[in-house]
């Protein structure tokens, strides 16, 4: 989870996720490896909110690809 100060002074707060099912990771088709799902917070941090839309975005830097696996920190 991270948040981080927007131009106008407000906060963003969003969420990314890694999936796994039976230990191996899910994902894009395309991406399967290298990508994580990401849900933003919409609204105000301090007088309520809700989590929009997920959506898939894909690993452009090659951050997580070595979490293939379920617990592989390398």
């Known amino acids: 989870m991270g948040s981080q100060l927007i131009q106008d002074g407000s906060r963003r707060a969003s ?3 890694f ?3 039976r230990n191996r990771r899910l994902g894009m088709m395309e991406d399967r ?3 994580s799902l990401e849900i933003d917070y919409e609204g ?3 007088h309520g909110g809700w989590w929009g ?3 898939w975005l894909a690993d ?3 951050e997580f690809l070595g979490y293939e ?3 592989d920190a390398e």
Do not use: K
């Open 15 to 17: 969420v990314t996720l």
């Open 19 to 21: 999936l796994y099912s």
């Open 33 to 35: 490896e290298g990508s």
């Open 44 to 46: 105000s941090l301090e």
């Open 53 to 55: 839309t997920p959506r």
């Open 60 to 62: 452009e830097f090659g």
């Open 69 to 71: 696996s379920y617990g």
